[in-house]
């Protein structure tokens, strides 16, 4: 069975200023962005790559950009999957924002090793199941 996703890294729509501070206005921008893509690929789950980055995101930076995701839940239709580095901090500020994108309506789950992604995007739910 063929699965089809797409791949954004987080530099798509996470918009950092030089001294590397995240920046809110840009990545509100950039999430708008990405629903746009996400929404012309509507048969492809989504993959946001976010092991070589380095996380400066606040709690209420998390949730802002959540928040921004639900303004366009109507435009993703498929899973969403956040790859990260194994580490505890990285673990936390996933976990947090799987939470905030959860409350916001949105299938995603938090991943440290790709091929569990893979797997993931491909299960198969029987005719008039749910996931």
């Not at 030089?18 to 840009?26: C, E, M, P, Q, V």
């Amino acid at each position: 069975m063929s699965c089809s996703f797409t791949l954004y890294k987080s530099s798509d729509f996470i918009r950092k200023t030089a001294t590397g501070k995240i920046d809110l206005a840009r990545s509100l921008q950039g999430v708008h962005d990405l629903a746009q893509a996400a929404g012309f690929h509507r048969e492809s789950h989504v993959l946001i790559d976010v092991r070589e980055t380095e996380s400066t995101v606040t709690h209420i930076e998390q949730m802002k950009l959540a928040m921004e995701f639900g303004n366009y839940r109507h435009l993703f239709h498929n899973k969403i999957a956040i790859l990260i580095p194994p580490t505890s901090e990285r673990i936390e500020k996933a976990n947090l924002m799987k939470r905030c994108m959860d409350a916001e309506g949105f299938e995603m789950k938090v991943f440290v090793d790709f091929e569990h992604v893979i797997e993931w995007f491909s299960e198969v739910v029987p005719l008039g199941e749910t996931p």
